[in-house]
C-alpha cells in the first residue's frame, strides 16, 4: 500500500476502536496430550463487490491450539465456487505440509496422518477426492519450482511427500502438467462433497 | 510435557561474536541447530527434549525435565555472564501468563502503544469489528499522513500474532 486513502484510515481507525475496547484479549496455548494436526479450510465466493475476488483461508489446530491462520482475498478471480474452496484447500496442504516438517524439526511425533476439513457443495467419492489432493499439492510444488515436472521428478516428489500413487486420474494430469496452470481445472473434476474431510495419505 | 522458562540475559557484547561462541558452545554440550530456524537449537536425550531459542541477547529455554533444565542454565552461567530472569512472563512484546490450563498471551501493553502512538487513547471503544463484507476501499482522497498509517499498519501486523480475527481486516488495508 503506497498511498493510503481516507477510507484505508477509516478501517483503521475502525480496528484501533475495536482494539481498544477489547485490550485484554488474548490468545491462549492449552496444555494437551494430543499431538494431532488438524486443518480448516473456508472460502466464500467473489464476495468481494469491488473485483469479485474469493475470500479464503485456514486455520491449523495442533491438538487444540491453533498455530497457524491465513485469512485473505484469493489472488485469482475463481469461475466457480468449487475452485475458491480448492484454492483454499491448496493452500492450507501446502501449510500443513510445511507445518509436518517444522514439527518434525522439533522432534515432535505426530501420531497420526494429519487432517484437513473442509467444505464443498456435496458428497464425493474417495477416489476423487484423494486425487484432488495429491493435484492441490501437485499444483502448489510447481508453482513453487515455477516449471513443469517431467513424469518421474513427479513421482520422486510425491513419493517424498509419501502420497500414495494408485490414482487413475491422476495421470491425465501428469501427462498434461500444463493444465495445472489452468485456474479453472478444478471445476473438471466435478467434485461433490459435503462435510466430508480430506486425509492426508502417509 | 511439562514447561518451564527461563529468560537469560547475556552481558557480553558485540553480537555476532558472541553469538559464534554460543553456538559453538551448544553445539559442544549436545545441542543440534534446527533447519528451520538458525536462532533455535534443540537437545534431546531419547525421553527429555529442551529447546532454546536465541534472540539478540535475550534467549529462551524451556525443555521437558525442570531439574535438567536448571543443570543446562548452570553449564551455561560456567561458560557466559547471564542473568537468569525466572519465568518467562515477557518476551518480544508479547505478554506471558501462566494459567493452570496453559499459556495466555497477550499483547495489551503493546495495543496501549499503538493507540497512544495513534492519538486515539481518549476514543470510545468498541467490542464488535467491523464486518469483512462491509470493508471496501474506495479510490477517494490521499489520506494526508502515510508515514504515521505505515507505521500503526506494521504494529497492527506485528499484533495479529495474539489476535488472529483481526488478520482478515488488516490485510485487507494493507
Same mark, same amino acid.
Given at each position: 500500500?503506497?498511498?493510503? %486513502?481516507?477510507?484505508?484510515?477509516a478501517t483503521v481507525k475502525r480496528i484501533l476502536y475495536y482494539l481498544k475496547g477489547t485490550t485484554s484479549y488474548g490468545f491462549h496455548i492449552t496444555r494437551g496430550s494430543s499431538f494431532a494436526l488438524h486443518?480448516? %479450510?473456508?472460502?466464500?465466493?467473489?464476495?468481494?463487490?469491488?473485483?469479485?475476488?474469493? %475470500?479464503?483461508?485456514?486455520?491449523?489446530?495442533?491438538?487444540?491450539?491453533?498455530?497457524?491462520?491465513?485469512?485473505?482475498?484469493?489472488?485469482?478471480?475463481? &469461475?466457480?465456487s468449487t475452485e475458491t474452496e480448492y484454492k483454499a484447500l491448496a493452500d492450507s496442504t501446502a501449510e500443513v505440509i510445511w507445518l509436518q516438517y517444522l514439527l518434525t524439526d522439533l522432534q515432535?511425533?505426530?501420531?497420526?496422518?494429519?487432517?484437513?476439513?473442509? %467444505?464443498l457443495a456435496r458428497p464425493i467419492s474417495q477416489q476423487i477426492l484423494s486425487s484432488m489432493?495429491?493435484?492441490?499439492?501437485?499444483?502448489?510444488?510447481?508453482?513453487?519450482?515455477?516449471?513443469?515436472?517431467?513424469?518421474?521428478?513427479?513421482?520422486?516428489?510425491?513419493?517424498?511427500?509419501?502420497?500414495?500413487?494408485?490414482?487413475?486420474?491422476?495421470? &491425465?494430469?501428469?501427462l498434461c502438467p500444463l493444465l495445472l496452470f489452468d485456474s479453472s481445472f478444478g471445476s473438471i473434476l466435478h467434485p461433490q462433497l459435503e462435510g466430508a474431510y480430506y486425509k492426508m495419505y502417509k | 510435557m511439562q514447561i518451564a522458562q527461563i529468560i537469560v540475559w547475556f552481558k557480553t557484547g558485540i553480537k555476532s561474536i558472541w553469538y559464534t561462541r554460543l553456538s559453538d558452545f551448544l553445539l559442544f554440550i549436545g545441542f543440534r541447530a534446527s533447519?528451520?530456524?538458525?536462532?533455535?537449537?534443540?537437545?534431546s536425550d531419547g525421553s527429555n527434549i529442551f529447546y532454546l531459542l536465541v534472540y539478540v541477547d535475550d534467549i529462551l529455554l524451556t525443555?521437558?525435565?525442570?531439574?535438567?533444565?536448571?543443570?543446562l542454565i548452570q553449564l551455561l552461567s560456567f561458560e557466559f555472564k547471564l542473568r537468569d530472569l525466572g519465568a518467562v512472563h515477557y518476551f518480544l512484546g508479547i505478554e506471558v501468563q501462566s494459567t493452570g490450563m496453559g499459556l495466555m498471551l497477550r499483547q495489551h501493553k503493546y495495543i496501549l502503544d499503538i493507540l497512544t502512538r495513534a492519538g486515539m487513547t481518549s476514543y470510545k471503544p468498541v467490542?464488535?469489528?467491523?464486518?469483512?463484507?462491509?470493508?471496501?476501499?474506495?479510490?477517494?482522497?490521499?489520506?494526508?499522513?502515510?508515514?504515521?498509517?505505515?507505521?500503526?499498519?506494521?504494529?497492527?501486523?506485528?499484533?495479529?500474532f495474539t489476535r488472529p480475527n483481526i488478520y482478515f481486516v488488516v490485510n485487507r488495508v494493507c
Open positions: 500500500m503506497h498511498a493510503p %486513502t481516507d477510507s484505508h484510515w486443518g480448516f %479450510t473456508d472460502a466464500d465466493w467473489a464476495d468481494s463487490i469491488d473485483d469479485r475476488k474469493s %475470500t479464503g483461508g485456514y486455520l491449523v489446530f495442533f491438538g487444540q491450539t491453533p498455530i497457524s491462520w491465513k485469512s485473505g482475498k484469493q489472488c485469482i478471480v475463481a &469461475r466457480s515432535v511425533p505426530l501420531v497420526s496422518a494429519p487432517t484437513i476439513w473442509c %467444505t489432493l495429491v493435484l492441490s499439492m501437485l499444483r502448489w510444488i510447481i508453482t513453487l519450482s515455477e516449471t513443469a515436472l517431467p513424469r518421474k521428478k513427479f513421482r520422486f516428489v510425491l513419493s517424498l511427500l509419501g502420497i500414495n500413487l494408485q490414482m487413475s486420474s491422476l495421470n &491425465r494430469f501428469l | 533447519k528451520v530456524d538458525t536462532s533455535l537449537f534443540i537437545l525443555g521437558s525435565n525442570s531439574a535438567m533444565l536448571h543443570h467490542d464488535i469489528l467491523v464486518s469483512h463484507s462491509k470493508i471496501t476501499i474506495l479510490p477517494d482522497n490521499s489520506f494526508s499522513d502515510p508515514t504515521r498509517f505505515h507505521q500503526i499498519m506494521d504494529a497492527l501486523q506485528y499484533l495479529t
